[in-house]
């Protein structure tokens, strides 16, 4: 079988900038075990692959892998997979076109934005596919001894560290300045025997720290999917911007943010984010 597949940087407009994503986009016929085979291949922090929709309303069913397993939702392979393809407009034969795509995920269905100038596609905006959910808090020392951080790295003042979840459920710990940011290194070894894949997906360290147009820069790790660090993670940021919107003043109906990611590693992405 030949498979098709396209490689794309996912929030950035440069190139080696953002989030690498592979897009299979012919994996009819592909097994479960053949396709974490080929996303553990690429070693990207996510691999997507394309099928046909079970629903002929939709635009297809959408698969996301990372190294070492299967995600019921993420950001920036869904980023990705929009733009590869509207551009291609067609998959599967049928046409892909319009400014809404639909995708079938395992979190439910995941509604895409295509934005164009002149006929070409220059961005995608995605809805998250679930409200935000909440779950369960964990021990500010569990994230210092996991992210190599001192006690007075973490802002607790507002929240402690918290699960939650727009379909996929990270651990959102806002830290107290840009410079424990920066100073902030995943130790696997702990997150492998306190924070397993099972209870969360990473760790979304964030800090409210405005620089030049960026309000909020972040970092996110996930070891245990055989991520050290993701350079963007639209599901991650998504949640975020609910979290924030969450614990605002009831005085401000709306939120809107501009937030950076992997600047602290040298591929620079920027997510326009609103709740």
């Given at each position: 079988?030949?498979?098709?597949?396209?490689?794309?940087?996912?929030?950035?407009?440069?190139?080696?900038?953002?989030?690498?994503?592979?897009?299979?986009?012919?994996?009819?016929?592909?097994?479960?075990?053949?396709?974490?085979?080929?996303?553990?291949?690429?070693?990207?922090?996510?691999?997507?692959?394309?099928?046909?929709?079970?629903?002929?309303?939709?635009?297809?069913?959408?698969?996301?892998?990372?190294?070492?397993?299967?995600?019921?939702?993420?950001?920036h392979?869904?980023?990705?997979?929009?733009?590869?393809?509207?551009?291609?407009?067609?998959?599967?034969?049928?046409?892909?076109?319009?400014?809404?795509?639909?995708?079938?995920?395992?979190?439910?269905?995941?509604?895409?934005?295509?934005?164009?100038?002149g006929?070409?596609?220059?961005?995608?905006?995605?809805?998250?596919?679930?409200?935000?959910?909440?779950?369960?808090?964990?021990?500010?020392?569990?994230?210092?001894?996991?992210?190599?951080l001192?006690?007075g790295?973490?802002?607790?003042?507002?929240?402690h560290?918290?699960?939650?979840?727009?379909?996929?459920?990270?651990?959102?710990?806002?830290?107290?300045?840009?410079?424990?940011?920066?100073?902030?290194?995943?130790?696997?070894?702990?997150?492998?025997?306190?924070?397993?894949?099972?209870r969360?997906?990473?760790?979304?360290?964030?800090?409210?720290?405005?620089?030049?147009?960026?309000?909020?820069?972040?970092?996110?790790?996930?070891?245990?999917?055989?991520?050290?660090?993701?350079?963007?993670?639209?599901?991650?940021?998504?949640?975020?911007?609910?979290?924030?919107?969450?614990?605002?003043?009831?005085?401000?109906?709306?939120?809107?943010?501009?937030?950076?990611?992997?600047?602290?590693?040298?591929?620079?992405?920027?997510?326009?984010?609103?709740?």
């Open positions: 079988m030949k498979l098709e597949f396209s490689t794309v940087d996912v929030f950035t407009d440069r190139p080696f900038g953002g989030n690498p994503l592979a897009v299979v986009t012919n994996a009819q016929g592909l097994s479960t075990e053949r396709m974490q085979a080929i996303a553990a291949e690429f070693n990207l922090a996510e691999t997507t692959f394309v099928l046909p929709p079970k629903d002929p309303a939709h635009t297809a069913e959408v698969r996301i892998f990372t190294p070492k397993a299967e995600m019921p939702f993420a950001g392979p869904n980023v990705g997979t929009a733009f590869v393809l509207a551009r291609a407009g067609t998959s599967y034969g049928r046409p892909v076109t319009g400014d809404r795509l639909v995708f079938e995920e395992k979190a439910g269905l995941v509604n895409m934005d295509i934005r164009r100038e006929g070409a596609v220059v961005a995608t905006r995605l809805a998250a596919p679930v409200p935000l959910s909440f779950g369960e808090e964990i021990a500010p020392e569990i994230v210092q001894r996991a992210c190599s001192d006690a790295a973490l802002k607790l003042d507002v929240h560290p918290i699960v939650a979840s727009c379909g996929a459920a990270l651990l959102f710990v806002e830290l107290a300045s840009r410079a424990a940011l920066k100073a902030a290194a995943p130790r696997p070894e702990v997150f492998a025997r306190e924070l397993p894949r099972e969360i997906v990473g760790i979304h360290l964030y800090v409210q720290a405005p620089e030049g147009p960026i309000d909020v820069q972040t970092r996110m790790f996930a070891p245990e999917h055989g991520i050290p660090e993701d350079p963007a993670t639209g599901a991650a940021n998504v949640a975020l911007i609910g979290l924030l919107a969450h614990y605002r003043p009831e005085a401000q109906l709306t939120l809107a943010r501009t937030i950076g990611q992997g600047f602290d590693m040298g591929r620079p992405s920027v997510l326009e984010a609103s709740a």
